[in-house]
């Protein structure tokens, strides 16, 4: 149908783009990553969402060369950036499924040229379900090649703790509802201790999502979270954006 015809053409004609995300360092706040978000610039209805097209780029086999698309964009930004800037690259559960895809996409990284260990790829815990043992392998190639790996979404899905261990995963990503009923509710605050429990003794560390008020990152950074990323330090926005982002920063 059309949507497709339109998604194939938006791919081939560069109209599929990188959002960054600042991602800051406690507790000096100093942006240290970027989560890549994608965004569909359509020509008629203005900057998409990836509610809007992931899902049907995975149906339509796609979601591999619009990782690899975004992966040769982000290489061009990171040029400008300061060098020890990482980013964070999102991974649908789909792409878990077959060795070839991770090989595609180390392929791209090596091609142009980022250094794999300013690379971490973030997975949400339902992509590790379907084939676990296939999910575990692929991972294991991103580590080899030095890529960080980090479990989104935290607290939200099926995963279990002997996945959690097995994986070795380098961080864990609290999903934003739990920080969205702080500073009012204790209870998401006892969750989050327990997060934060569970992964320093698994040796991982906690990024938080989700911040938007001042009083969040308080009771966030008194836990011990590393790093954090919310509205508060800033949304997604284009690269130029970013770029001048960094120039203030230095
Ligand atoms: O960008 P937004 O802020 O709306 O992100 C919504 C969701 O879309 C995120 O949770 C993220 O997991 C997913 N997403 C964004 N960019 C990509 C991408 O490049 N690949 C995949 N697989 N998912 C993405
Ligand atoms: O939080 P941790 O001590 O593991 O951070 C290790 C390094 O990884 C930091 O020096 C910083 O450069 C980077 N970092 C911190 N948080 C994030 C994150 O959420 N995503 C990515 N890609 N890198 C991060
Ligand atoms: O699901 P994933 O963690 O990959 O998500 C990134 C998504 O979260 C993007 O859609 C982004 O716009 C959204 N997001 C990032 N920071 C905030 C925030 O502080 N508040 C809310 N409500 N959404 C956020
Ligand atoms: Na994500
Ligand atoms: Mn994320």
Redesign the pocket.
Known sequence: NQRRRELRSALKQGEIVPYY?PIVQFPDRRIVAM?V?ARWNHPKRGVL?PGEFIELAEDMNLITPLTLELIRQVAVDMRTWPQDIRVSI?ISPRQLQDAALAESVIEAVEQVGIDPTRIEI?LTEDSILDDYEMAKSVLSIFRMKGMTLAL??FGTGYSSLRHLQELRFDRI?ID?SFVKKLPASGESLKLIEAIMRLASSFGMAITS????RHEQVMLIEQQGVSSG???LFGR?MPSGAANALFHRQM
């Open positions: 995300q989560e978000l969402e999102n973030e989104d979404d990503k934003r999502e989700g911040i938007e990323q919310g509205f997604p």
